[in-house]
C-alpha cells in the first residue's frame, strides 16, 4: 500500500480512542497534552498536518518537527516513548506519532501555566485525570498479590455510594478525609468493586 492510500485508510477512520487528528504543530505543550492522554490511556497515534475534517494540509516546517520532538521529551514528565515516522502524499509530508501505552503512568504534561498535568484519553478527548486515575496508577505499581481489608472506612464509603456519584459528593456523605476517600476508591477500583465512567464532563463512580 502506498503511502496516500495508507493515510486514507486511516483518516476513514476518523479520531477516536487512538487516533488524533493535528492540523499543524504551533505549541508543544497542546501536543504534550495527547501524547501524555495516549501513554495513560491504551496509546495511539496522532496524524501531524491533517486537519480535522480529514484533509491532507502536510507539516510545513523543520520548526512543527522539532516541536513534536519537545512535547515528548521536554514537555512530558517523565518522558513518553514516542515514534514518528514521516509519509509523502499529494506533495505534502504528513508525520505520524506513535505513542504506547507507558509502564510508568502518569505521565503528566506541562499546560501553558507551567503546571503539570497527567490527561486520559476518553473517545476523541483529551481529559485532565481525576485524583483517583492519580491514586489508581499509584494503586498499580504495589505487588498484583496485594489484598484489600474491608474495613470500617471501606464500608462507611460503600454504604453512601448509590448509583452513580462524583467525587465530591462521596466525600461530602462519606464525612471521611478527601485524601483517605481518593485512596480506598482507588484500591476498590483495582479490585473490581467500584467503576467509573466520564459523562456530562465529569467522573461518576459507582458501585460494580
Not at 487528528?21 to 490511556?41: E, G, I, M, P
Not at 485525570?129 to 472506612?153: C, F
Request: proline share 3%; glycine share 6%; aromatic share 8%.
Amino acid at each position: 500500500m502506498d503511502d496516500k492510500r495508507y493515510l486514507l485508510s486511516l483518516i476513514r477512520e476518523g479520531e477516536h480512542q487512538q487516533q488524533d487528528f493535528k492540523y499543524r504543530v504551533a505549541d508543544a505543550c497542546k501536543l504534550a497534552k495527547s501524547v501524555s492522554a495516549f501513554a495513560n490511556t491504551d496509546g495511539g497515534r496522532l496524524l501531524i498536518g491533517v486537519r480535522d475534517d480529514g484533509h491532507l494540509s502536510g507539516v510545513r516546517s523543520e520548526e512543527e518537527i522539532y516541536m513534536m520532538h519537545q512535547a515528548a521529551y521536554k514537555y512530558c514528565k517523565p518522558e513518553a516513548s514516542i515514534k514518528f515516522d514521516t509519509y509523502h502524499a499529494e506533495g505534502r509530508t504528513i508525520v505520524i506519532a506513535t505513542v504506547p501505552p507507558s509502564s510508568k503512568r502518569p505521565v503528566c504534561a506541562q499546560d501553558e501555566e507551567g503546571r503539570m498535568r497527567a490527561y486520559i484519553r476518553i473517545n476523541d478527548e483529551n481529559i485532565v485525570a481525576s485524583p483517583v486515575h492519580l491514586a489508581l496508577w499509584r494503586e498499580s505499581q504495589k505487588p498484583q498479590g496485594a489484598m484489600i481489608t474491608y474495613n470500617d472506612d471501606i464500608r462507611k464509603l460503600l454504604d453512601v455510594m448509590h448509583g452513580q456519584q462524583t467525587l465530591n459528593q462521596i466525600v461530602r456523605l462519606s464525612r471521611l478525609p478527601r485524601h483517605k476517600v481518593i485512596t480506598l476508591m482507588a484500591r476498590l477500583i483495582r479490585f473490581g468493586t467500584l467503576r467509573w465512567e466520564y459523562a456530562d464532563q465529569q467522573f461518576l463512580f459507582s458501585q460494580q
